[in-house]
């Protein structure tokens, strides 16, 4: 099988080898040969956002994105985020509180993005906000609830930082 | 949900029962259910809209490695009936000697993986004689118009109650007729001051579900097991058991959660192309759609509405006949239900000395038409809500006082031998018209403001329907509950599992949701209509009740005391001294293994011929909207400023599902008014082919500020005066837009979508 490339990755912390063909896209690799079922496809097409991971800590369009593109790289799906006790995360636990989801198809992929967007800007406006989740359809919620979650988990976070910072200070 | 201590009882009480299946991507979705050599099943579907299949050549696909087999339409034979269809069953399994639609389904191949079954489709020769295409209402109904269908099919005759007649099939090209005649109309129009006529055209949009379509069929060796996204699982079943000659228990049909349906996943669909290959592979056969074969699979209705309404001097409203031609695509699906439903209820929440409705469902070799949430109230309310504000700005009154001395009072009935209306309509009314933030601006410039309102409006549960639930609970106190509602995202498993949770008086996180299985399922007749919660929840309440009155009873006899003095909580009889726990108290009257106490409840409301639809209708299910935007008359773009939209609960069992159902119907309906639509080119071809073609709303679609409120209003049928909200967000929304288009620039928008274009060709046609 020479036509098959060898890949080695981390995916959700633990390293993995594959053999892929070229044209394998990333979603397949996860979901078909990895047995990682929270990666789900949809449009298949790069529209919708249902198959976002991250990559290196960027959110990706697994379902067009060539597997042995991420060589070496860093994967997360969502069961891969590290959560508390509970095993969520705040952007997790804001969602469960906001009823940020309906039927649940496309909430892997918002879960990543918001835990993106919130990485690179730990206290977004609604219009940053609005701007990161037009890569993710939801045709169940209306958006206003996932917005509501992202904004609740960084309002948290913005908290936790000021009584740290409290804390230290005293 | 685990088990977990109450370190967090306000997250738990908030929670979705599904919560951590699907913040963690846990599922299962039906597409995470892998069978031991399991195949796979794809469609080659038809390049044209209409066209007669001359030759179909798989030899060429079926010599191919991996592929197991290809089935046409002479492949059929173990099918006792080939066509499916609610009403009327037109539609093939697969083609056999024509193909009605960009899509109709001419071959399936089965083959070992994804990849060999698209390359084996390829290799698949058909040869079409090409057909005249009839792509629209006007087309279909011309004297010289090809006929769709040749013969007519077997179907099942709608009987519905007094005044109405319903036809399936009665002319060309025409797929269903309904009548309502209610009161002597020539002779209240005779009387009225003003008589106004007016034409609407509605747009038709995708269901557009996230999960594509998916179901799975293996053969055991005296019965068939099924899973599919479907959320009639009991209904499915039926329609297999008459195609397949087969009993109902021959096939045991199960659904995991459903990725949205809207109700694109009501009703037979593909699942008997996936048992006829299942059988002739001999082998589990998973057939799953792509996202743009799902968009092939259904769509809502478009449709052209005339709305005659008459008016006394004093502006209360006397009459309205009601005339509908839907486009019912190629195939029937449910829209029999559709043009019945539109037709009734384009009435609106007005009393009327006088209803005439007529309906037609056409059609037309596009993409079959069927169940849409809204369900033809969305029709209704656009073209009813639109006509109402029309007539007020006509007669010079306030669109809003118009709309309050018209209203049918709650307590009254809809139509006569209809149910009560179960909701205070002005004062959501009230409520929008306070709650909306408008800046009436410079009539002057390109940029003028406006505001409107609309109340839309929606039956709901339908009618002379039933519900069925079981109750069981383990010796750990630990509770199961069995019903049919289907989990597609509305939050129908909350909902139960939260009133037997506090019926049982247990933590939510004690009470399970069983799996759906018809094997052990109680019967359902299908998750439609915002049903959930009124019928399977009153079920389940009355099955949680009697359940709580067993537990203590028996506690009582033991006890030797009144059961009127005990309570139940956390699976503990209180009120007889120390706190008695159940558990050795079940095991010491059942033995060592303990024992599951259960009980049923069942509901079913009565037929009754003297109810328009020959029972009377569940509950009535509003949605208010006020709306403040901006037409650009330049460019003209229509921006929403403010926006604010309300449901009644009737009595909110979980908030955030409610706020869900308003908010994500509201922005669904929304991209419709502006620009979402299916359409097809000049060509005759889809213009919209795949999710890059099709525009869905997007966050950045959102208006610039949107609120949506619940009134509770207590009136509902179901448990503790709750009502169903699921298909209320659809209802106000265009008619609310198109009445503030008119607010800001005096011209009346008629035809959805509301896309520049059109705007601007209003705007210069009202120049001219």
New interface residues.
């Given amino acids: 099988m020479s036509d098959l490339i060898g890949l080695r990755f981390r995916l959700n912390g633990i390293e993995r080898v594959a053999a892929v063909a070229p044209s394998m896209m990333l979603a397949e690799l996860l979901r078909e040969q990895l047995g990682q ?4 496809v ?4 790069g ?2 956002g ?1 198959c976002t991971v991250l990559v290196e800590g960027t959110p990706t369009t697994s379902c067009l994105t060539p597997a042995f593109l991420v060589a070496n790289r860093d994967v997360v ?3 891969g985020l590290s959560g508390d006790a ?3 995360t705040d952007v ?2 804001a ?5 940020a ?8 992929g918002m ?1 990543l993005s918001a835990t993106a967007l919130l990485a690179e800007h730990p206290a977004p406006d609604r219009q940053t ?3 990161w ?2 890569a ?12 509501e979650a992202i904004e609740l988990a960084a309002s948290r976070r913005q908290e936790q930082a000021t009584t740290r910072i409290a804390e230290a200070a005293d | 949900m685990p088990d977990s201590p109450r370190q967090n009882r306000e997250l738990s009480d908030r929670a979705r029962q599904d919560a951590r299946d699907k913040v963690s991507g846990e599922g299962p979705f039906t597409g995470d259910i892998v069978l031991p050599g399991m195949l796979e099943a794809r469609l080659l579907r038809s390049p044209h809209a209409h066209a007669r299949i001359v030759d179909i050549d798989t030899s060429k696909a079926e010599a191919m490695d991996g592929v197991r087999l290809v089935a046409t339409g002479r492949d059929l034979g173990p099918l006792k009936r080939t066509t499916y269809g609610n009403w009327v069953h037109d539609q093939p399994v697969i083609c056999t000697d024509r193909v009605r639609f960009e899509g109709d389904v001419v071959a399936a191949v089965v083959a070992v993986d994804e990849v060999t079954a698209f390359r084996a489709m390829e290799r698949i020769h058909v040869s079409y004689q090409l057909l005249p295409p009839v792509m629209d209402i006007g087309a279909a109904l011309h004297e010289d118009a090809p006929a769709i269908f040749d013969q007519k099919h077997p179907n099942v005759p709608m009987k519905l109650g007094r005044d109405t007649r319903t036809a399936n099939e009665p002319a060309k090209n025409v797929l269903f007729s309904y009548d309502f005649e209610d009161g002597d109309i020539d002779a209240v129009e005779a009387e009225a001051a003003h008589v106004f006529t007016d034409r609407f055209h509605f747009s038709r949009i995708g269901h557009f579900y996230m999960e594509p379509w998916i179901c799975i069929a293996r053969q055991l060796t005296d019965r068939i097991e099924l899973w599919s996204c479907n959320q009639d699982p009991f209904v499915l079943r039926q329609d297999l058991s008459e195609m397949f000659g087969l009993p109902e228990g021959y096939f045991r049909v199960q659904t995991a959660y459903i990725g949205g349906g809207f109700g694109g996943k009501s009703y037979c669909k593909h699942e008997p192309l996936a048992v006829l290959l299942a059988m002739l592979a001999n082998a589990p056969v998973r057939l799953l759609m792509t996202l743009d074969e799902s968009m092939l699979t259904l769509s809502q209705h478009d449709g052209d509405l005339v709305l005659t309404t008459s008016v006394d001097a004093n502006g209360r409203l006397l009459s309205r006949r009601t005339e509908i031609d839907l486009n019912g695509g190629a195939y029937a699906d449910a829209s029999a239900q559709v043009g019945a439903r539109a037709a009734y209820r384009s009435s609106g929440p007005y009393r009327w000395q006088a209803y005439h409705a007529h309906s037609r469902v056409i059609r037309t070799t596009t993409i079959p038409a069927g169940s849409y949430r809204g369900m033809g109230g969305t029709q209704a309310s656009f073209a009813s809500e639109s006509q109402i504000d029309m007539i007020a700005r006509r007669i010079g009154m306030d669109p809003i006082d118009f709309r309050r001395q018209n209203l049918i009072p709650a307590g009254e009935p809809f139509k006569v031998g209809d149910s009560l209306v179960d909701t205070d309509f002005s004062e959501g009314l009230d409520r929008v018209e306070a709650d909306l933030r408008h800046v009436a601006g410079s009539p002057d410039g390109p940029v003028v403001r406006g505001k409107g309102y609309a109340l839309g409006l929606k039956d709901g549960g339908s009618f002379g329907r039933l519900g069925k639930a079981t109750v069981k609970i383990t010796t750990d106190g630990r509770v199961l509950v069995l019903c049919g509602a289907i989990e597609i995202g509305q939050g129908a498993t909350t909902v139960i599992t939260g009133l037997v949770a506090d019926v049982l008086n247990v933590p939510r996180e004690w009470v399970r949701y069983a799996a759906i299985d018809t094997d052990v399922t109680p019967f359902d007749q299908g998750t439609h209509a915002s049903c959930a919660t009124t019928l399977t929840g009153n079920a389940v309440w009355l099955a949680a009740r009697k359940l709580r009155g067993e537990i203590i009873d028996m506690a009582a006899g033991e006890l030797g005391c009144d059961a009127t003095t005990l309570d139940l909580r956390e699976w503990k009889i209180i009120g007889a001294g120390q706190p008695l726990d159940l558990e050795p108290f079940v095991r010491k009257k059942f033995g060592r293994f303990g024992f599951e106490l259960s009980a049923d409840g069942f509901v079913q409301y009565p037929k009754e011929p003297d109810a328009p639809f020959g029972a009377k209708h569940l509950y009535w299910m509003p949605h208010w909207v006020g709306v403040s935007l901006s037409v650009d008359r330049e460019t003209g773009e229509i921006r929403i400023h403010d926006l604010v939209t309300g449901v009644d609960a009737g009595h909110t069992l979980h908030g955030g599902g409610v706020r869900g159902q308003d908010e994500g119907g509201t922005i669904v309906a929304l991209a419709q008014t502006l620009f979402e639509e299916i359409t097809y080119d000049e060509e005759d071809v889809l213009a919209v082919p795949t999710p890059l073609d099709y525009r869905v709303a997007r966050a950045s679609d959102l208006p610039e500020q949107y609120r949506s409120f619940i009134l509770e209003q207590g009136m509902g049928p179901g448990p503790m005066g709750a009502k169903g909200v699921g298909e209320a967000g659809m209802l106000g929304v265009a008619a609310a837009v198109a009445n503030a288009v008119e607010d800001a620039t005096g011209v009346r928008l008629t035809s959805l979508p509301f896309t520049p274009e059109k705007v601007l060709a209003a705007l210069d046609a009202a120049e001219e």
């Fill in positions: 079922i929270d990666v789900r949809s449009c298949d097409q529209v919708c249902v799906t969502v069961k509970t095993g969520l997790q636990r969602f469960i509180e906001c009823s989801f309906q039927c649940g198809y496309c909430t892997p879960v906000i609005r701007d989740l037009d993710n359809v939801c045709r169940c919620t209306g958006y206003q609830v996932i917005i």
